[in-house]
């Protein structure tokens, strides 16, 4: 016979082990989700490729943190069934090229890699900015979105200037091409990102081919279009959130005081 304290620990230990993932899935379908695939990009752009001077193998943890960003870019989205089935199935194709291309060196799987990169990063930045700009109050995390997509956005352009850089000879001036960096490709593409993208440019590498140039265009519009459209569409939010939720309570006043005027007239009829 099972004695009461046994079975209330059994039935705790099912309770715990119940809540815990629903708290789990709770955490990344909420928006602190965001925050996370802000921290993992921030890692993989800001911290790891520096750890080659003190010499460690940043090619290894820079992919690593590349597959765990993208798969917590699953989390992201995991408020659409349809929506993360689709990305899960580019975060997979991206993840096994990239790691083939790690182990494997040869020319055609960098190319395949830029390209997966570029699909991946580019719709993970579309759905992230769904994200932030759906209905409801603008939190910091939704901030913490946007410049996780600003980053995306980057290291899109990142794998597209590979892309050219294998495919046309010459397409940019600068010091060490692409055949200098077999283990990382994207590295020296991914700092010309940066420096276009937010129109610093230092001039050390330059676009030489014409849809080089272009890109490096349309980079250079974005990187100051994003940041003034994105922040009037997030004020224009946040102003219209708080509207309703003034109008809202104000109604609830509105209701309240219409109600007690009633009884006060009921009262005063009675009487």
Known sequence: MTSPARVGTHAGAHHVARVAPERIVGFFLSDWSLTVLLVFLSISVF????????????HFIASLVFTIMLLSGIAT???SRRTALLFAILTLLAVTVHWARLLVYHESLVSIDA?????????????????VFREGPITSQRIQGAIAAYLLVALMFAAAYTWIDLHIAEAFTGPVGINGLQHDPMQRFVYFSFVTLTTVGYGDISPIAPIARSLAMLEAVLGQLFPAVLLARLVSM?????QRRFES???KLDREALAR???RQLRDGQS
């Open 238 to 242: 946040e102003l219209y959130y708080r």
């Open 249 to 251: 309570e104000q109604a």
């Open 47 to 58: 911290v790891v490729r520096p750890l080659t001077v003190f010499g460690f193998d940043a």
């Open 261 to 263: 005027e009633v009884a």
């Open 77 to 79: 989205v995991a408020r």
């Open 115 to 131: 390209a997966s990169v570029i699909v991946a990063c580019g719709t993970l930045a579309g759905i992230v900015l769904a994200q």
